[in-house]
């Protein structure tokens, strides 16, 4: 009974010996799927309008082994290693991957907390109303603003120009005006003084005598004012941060070394 | 044997159901198309995309009755358009809005882009056909990427492809695409054949097409755009582009579509659908029955062999009223200017205009190797003429347009200066050697030529005085343009109104700004006055508009513009008119300067201003000093003016000459511009037309030939 066991055992033994043998993996082989081949002839056939030949055939083969040959051998050399473009695009593709499947019902906590941390983004800018006397650069806007604001202390009537973008701006934050005046016009607006004309401040366009009759102090709003607003934005948070969470969580079993003395 | 009974009959019911639906296909006639009537249409599917997300009532600015100019891109691809994920393209709709509102997202080849100033509207517009289908085909995890068409997708993840020498294997899966070689249909007998023709659904009967993946594509789409609409600060318009074209001589009829609310139809109707953009419009207006309103915005027509504003339908048959409404109402506005060139019109069709030679691109879009793209046919201003044409032979005006521009990126985010220019493919033109604005370096010309032979283009370089240069076509690209809306407040559906209205105007990227008004007593009006827009509203009409004949009174126009606080200053204002004169229909144009640079006058016998004196020094880009406007205001009146004929009148407002970006690339890099480009370039807008309309003519026109119905007037 022993006997027969060893036997089978053997032939068992032999039979693997020959397997490994003839299949044991010899990176200098290369195996081309009939697939791949079909797939390049008909990519060639989409470009050329016709079958090709023989000689052409041969030609694609040919190509498609040399690609893979230079490919293993930079492998080998580890030319893969230190490639910022391969490490890239497989950081990206495995972004893709732990980006599907997040899940959109937050508990009251998560938002909370996703505002608190996040308050900058929902702070209410302060805002300015003011109106304006325009000198155009076309019209000689300096020397007509500095006359117009002498005379305005005096009461003296105003002859200014219309300015394309209107005459009474309401509720503007500091980056409306930039947007709408340009040349740095609203950095004069920080300690600027209300229900006054204020002296000439030049623009993109000219200069321009204002006079705010109104500033509503930047403030956080209350989160229910923001609640749906909050939401869509952790969702879009959580997406973002869903591959940062992956490193995060994966990061403790690294370790980092980096020479202390390395002077840039 | 009873089973087998059963059996038969219903492959006998079958097959006789396949051979009633070919008869419907093929047989218009009521009474055998039986099945017609059972048919759904799959593309009527209205779906809601909203996100429940409420205003801060503090934040929305009160509407300006007045309206603000509203700057905005209605054309960009994201990794769902698949010649951008096959460029490199990984930025999705939402880092696509993100840059829009002023964030930087990363480009392909790994710098960042940013603007200088936030936009104000954008619109994610990628390709509806196969949309969302290439990734999923590169993505071996899917079920569909296991079909051998999708194979040569699988390549595109390979290790080393992210670089710039991928390009030939990229343009080759791009073309196989476009040549729809993909394509491959269910046999005849097929289930889902029948469900594809019950359902008015094409691509499902295709084996490369998954109906699933690609509406969770186009709903990822829709959700971002409404994620990122904010009402009052930041408006955003769900779109696909329907990329189509006709079936010889490669003539791009590409539209741009965007929905004017959270809804929007369940799928993008695409080509497979249908490559007639007459019947894109005969969706666009069922779904209008349904509560659904669109607008479809044609680009590049200078791409378009003459097929973009044919004299004739799509099949060809004579344009009657019918038609030309259904156009206008469904495609009220037209790209006029984008990376791939501008359409205003031609040097061969306007050889009196100077400033006609401006970043044309004179090739068909797509085409492999370039072709030519004839002029006639492919540029707005002629299309108006032959608009007015149209009408006066009583076939209603197709061509009725207002104009806007957009980028077309490919990299979420668009390219609108020329010192800081990406163009738009992603790593195919994302360095300026391979868009051939600098010499290539030795090991690059090889490369480049061997990758587009593959591409079918043999001859892609030139030898020059500084060295050879890449010869691809991208030289003829450039950093353009915006689309700007007159609206009341910066909302979906204002801006929609505006577009609908054709109350907009185009720039080159530049954000100037231009109001421009026609009536009989706009000379009443004190252009110095703080009501002069308010009084120019009432007493005329402004772009996009109408001025309809008034006895024998002359129109009057109030132009007014202002520069871009951080562009050149302005040179000069035009106005372009086009008119046909009534006896013979014969068509003219004129371009009068209406408004000069510097207080200087326009000469009245040329109609020209004087020369400003502003100069560009190429050694470093800087421009003159201390000329040019900051805005440019006057009240013009047509010297040369019939009140029977038909008339177009539009504005052209022009900078101050600056470096193009080829200029740009060189010489930050050390070398000449190129001397077969143009060094510099004049940044401008252009407006809507206003159209005057005299009394309709008691004259019949009777075209000889008589088979054409011409004659359904009124």
């Given at each position: ?6 036997i089978f ?8 010996l ?31 309008g016709?079958?090709?030949n023989?000689d ?17 051998e930079?492998l ?8 910022k ?19 959109n019902?937050?508990s009251n ?9 996040n308050k900058?983004k ?32 005096n ?26 005046f340009?040349n740095?016009?609203?950095s004069?607006f ?10 000439p ?5 000219g ?5 705010v009759?109104?500033?509503v ?7 229910s ?12 948070s ?15 079993n ?5 020479n202390p003395?390395?002077?840039? | ?8 009959l219903?492959?006998?019911v079958?097959?006789i159901t396949?051979?009633l639906?070919y008869?419907?296909i ?10 017609k009537?059972?048919?759904?249409d799959?593309?009527?599917e ?21 309206r ?13 358009s698949?010649?951008a994920?096959v460029?490199?393209?990984?930025a999705?709709?939402?880092d ?10 990363e480009?392909p080849l ?42 040569p ?13 991928s390009?030939?294997e ?16 269910y ?12 359902t008015?659904?094409t ?17 990822d ?8 609409n ?16 006709t ?7 590409h ?6 609310s959270?809804k ?7 080509r ?11 969706w ?24 973009m ?5 799509f ?14 109402r ?15 019109t031609?040097?061969?069709?306007s ?11 004179d090739?068909?879009v ?8 004839k ?11 032959n608009?007015?044409t ?26 609108f ?7 738009k ?11 051939g ?17 593959a ?20 030289t003829q690209?450039?950093?353009?343009g ?15 109104k ?11 990227g ?5 109001r ?18 308010s ?13 309809m004949?008034d ?5 009057e126009?109030i132009?007014?513009?202002?520069r ?28 009068y300067d ?13 109609n020209?201003?004087?020369d ?5 020094n ?39 000459p600056?470096?193009?970006?080829s200029?740009?690339d060189?010489?930050?890099r ?13 940044e401008r ?14 004259v019949e ?8 119905r011409?004659?359904n007037?009124?």
């Amino acid at each position: 009974m022993k006997y027969k066991i060893s036997i089978f055992f053997t032939i068992g033994l032999v039979l693997y010996l020959i397997d490994t043998g003839l299949n044991s993996y010899n990176d200098k082989e290369i195996y081309i799927s009939d697939q791949e081949i079909i797939s390049l002839i008909n990519a060639w056939k989409s470009q050329v309008g016709r079958n090709p030949n023989d000689d052409e055939i041969a030609r694609i083969i040919n190509n498609l082994v040399e690609e893979e040959i230079l490919y293993r051998e930079a492998l080998l050399l580890g030319l893969d290693a230190e490639d910022k473009i391969i490490k890239r695009r497989l950081a990206q593709k495995i972004s893709f991957l732990k980006q599907e499947s997040i899940a959109n019902n937050f508990s009251n906590e998560e938002i909370k907390k996703y505002f608190t941390n996040n308050k900058d983004k929902y702070y209410i800018d302060t805002k300015y109303t003011f109106t304006h006397y325009f000198f155009s650069y076309e019209n000689n806007s300096k020397d007509r603003s500095e006359d117009s604001y002498q005379g305005l202390t005096n009461k003296l009537p105003v002859n200014s120009d219309v300015f394309f973008l209107g005459k009474n701006f309401v509720d503007m934050s500091k980056q409306d005006i930039e947007n709408d005046f340009g040349n740095n016009f609203s950095s004069h607006f920080d300690n600027i003084e209300l229900n006054n004309w204020i002296a000439p401040i030049e623009s993109a366009f000219g200069h321009h005598i204002i006079f705010v009759s109104k500033r509503v102090d930047g403030y956080y709003p209350d989160i229910s004012s923001v609640l749906k607003q909050v939401e869509v934005d952790l969702l879009q948070s959580k997406r973002d941060k869903a591959i940062k969470k992956f490193i995060d969580e994966i990061k403790i079993n690294y370790k980092v070394f980096i020479n202390p003395e390395l002077k840039i | 044997m009873k089973y087998i009974k059963g059996l038969l009959l219903l492959v006998g019911v079958y097959i006789i159901t396949l051979g009633l639906i070919y008869i419907d296909i093929e047989d218009s006639r009521p009474i055998v198309s039986l099945f017609k009537n059972l048919q759904s249409d799959s593309s009527l599917e209205v779906v809601d995309f909203s996100v429940d997300k409420e205003q801060i009532k503090d934040t929305k600015p009160a509407p300006n009755k007045d309206r603000n100019a509203y700057y905005g891109d209605l054309h960009v691809h994201t990794k769902y358009s698949f010649d951008a994920y096959v460029f490199g393209v990984t930025a999705s709709p939402d880092d696509a809005y993100r840059y829009a509102k002023g964030e930087g997202i990363e480009h392909p080849l790994g710098y960042e882009m940013k603007l200088k100033e936030p936009l104000d509207f954008y619109s994610v517009t990628d390709h509806g056909f196969y949309m969302g289908m290439i990734q999923a085909y590169a993505d071996t995890s899917t079920d569909i990427s296991q079909n051998d068409f999708a194979e040569p997708f699988h390549n595109l993840n390979r290790l080393d492809n992210l670089t710039v020498e991928s390009a030939g294997e990229r343009s080759n899966i791009f073309s196989s695409v476009l040549g729809a070689t993909i394509i491959r249909p269910y046999p005849n007998w097929h289930p889902k054949l029948l469900k594809a023709y019950f359902t008015r659904n094409t691509q499902d009967a295709l084996q490369s097409f998954d109906y699933k993946i690609h509406k969770s594509a186009w709903a990822d789409i829709a959700r971002s755009a409404n994620e990122h609409n904010d009402p009052g600060n930041f408006t955003t318009f769900i779109g696909y582009e329907f990329t189509t074209s006709t079936d010889i001589e490669g003539g791009n009829l590409h539209r741009n579509v965007i929905f004017n609310s959270s809804k929007a139809s369940i799928r993008p109707w695409t080509r497979i659908d249908s490559i007639n953009p007459e019947d894109l419009w005969t969706w666009q207006d069922k779904l209008r029955e349904k509560g659904v309103d669109t607008i479809s915005m044609p680009h590049n027509p200078n791409g378009s062999n003459g097929q973009m504003f044919e004299m004739e339908t799509f099949k060809g048959n004579a344009i009657d009223r019918e038609y030309s409404e259904k156009r206008m109402r469904n495609e009220p506005i037209v790209e006029i200017t984008q990376v791939k060139g501008t359409s205003d019109t031609h040097p061969l069709l306007s050889p009196d205009d100077e400033w006609a030679d401006f970043e044309i691109m004179d090739v068909r879009v797509g085409s492999r190797p370039p072709t030519y793209s004839k002029p006639s046919g492919s540029y707005v201003r002629e299309a108006y003429l032959n608009g007015l044409t149209l009408e006066f032979t009583r076939q209603g005006n197709p061509y009725k347009f207002g104009l806007i521009g957009s980028t077309d990126t490919h990299t979420g985010a668009g390219a609108f200066d020329e010192s800081n220019y990406w163009s738009k493919v992603g790593l195919l033109d994302g360095d300026p050697e391979n868009r051939g604005s600098v010499p290539l370096a030795e090991e690059n010309v090889e490369r480049l030529d061997e990758y587009m032979r593959a591409f079918n283009q043999p001859n892609s370089t030139i030898e020059l005085e500084q060295g050879t240069y890449a010869n691809t076509g991208f030289t003829q690209w450039g950093a353009s343009g915006l689309a700007v809306a007159w609206a009341e407040e910066n909302t979906r559906d204002s801006i929609f109104k505006a577009f609908k209205r054709k109350e907009t105007f185009a720039t080159t990227g530049t954000r100037i700004a231009v109001r421009f008004f026609a009536g009989y007593d706009l000379s009443s009006i004190d252009i110095n006055s703080d009501s002069l827009v308010s009084d120019a509203y009432e007493k005329g009409v402004t772009m996009g508009a109408d001025l309809m004949q008034d006895e024998n009174k002359t129109p009057e126009f109030i132009v007014w513009a202002q520069r871009d606080k951080n562009g050149a200053p302005l040179q000069r204002v035009q106005i372009i008119k086009g008119w046909i004169d009534t006896n013979s229909g014969r068509p003219k144009e004129n371009v009068y300067d209406v408004a000069c640079s510097d207080g200087m006058n326009v000469d009245p016998i040329t109609n020209r201003c004087p020369d400003n004196g502003a100069r560009v020094n190429i050694s470093d880009c800087s421009i003159t000093n201390n000329v040019g406007s900051s805005e440019l205001k006057t009240l013009w009146k047509d010297p040369d003016f019939v009140s029977s004929n038909k008339y177009f009148y539009y504005v052209r407002v022009l900078e101050n000459p600056t470096c193009r970006w080829s200029t740009w690339d060189a010489i930050k890099r050390g070398y000449k511009p190129r001397e077969d480009l143009h060094e510099t370039i004049q940044e401008r807008a252009w407006t809507s037309p206003i159209w005057y309309t005299p009394y309709e003519s008691d004259v019949e026109v009777i075209p000889l030939g008589g088979t054409i119905r011409l004659r359904n007037i009124d």
